[in-house]
């Protein structure tokens, strides 16, 4: 293939960014359950605050693996 041919690999890239476009920040989701376990990890007692949030941690993860984010 010649170096300035029109039909090179980089024409097929924009794909997957179509795809990122629709997909929503990870900032903009799960406010709420974000904020739940900020608070709850913030203002625990506790010796370990991660053991002892560990429901709400679990809901915000979850919320977001709903939409397609890993935490």
């Keep these: ?3 300035f041919s029109s ?4 024409a097929a890239a924009p794909a997957p960014a179509a795809a990122d476009a629709s997909k929503p920040k990870p900032c ?4 709420e359950e974000k904020a739940k376990r ?3 990890m913030l203002f625990s007692t506790a010796a370990d605050p991660e ?4 429901s ?5 993860k979850s919320c977001m693996a709903g ?3 890993k935490v």
Excluded: N, R, S
């Design 1 to 3: 293939m010649w170096p």
């Design 7 to 10: 039909k090179t690999p980089a």
């Design 28 to 31: 903009c989701v799960c406010k």
């Design 38 to 40: 900020d608070e709850c």
């Design 51 to 54: 053991k002892d949030c560990q």
């Design 56 to 60: 709400t941690i679990d809901l915000y």
């Design 67 to 69: 939409f397609g984010f």
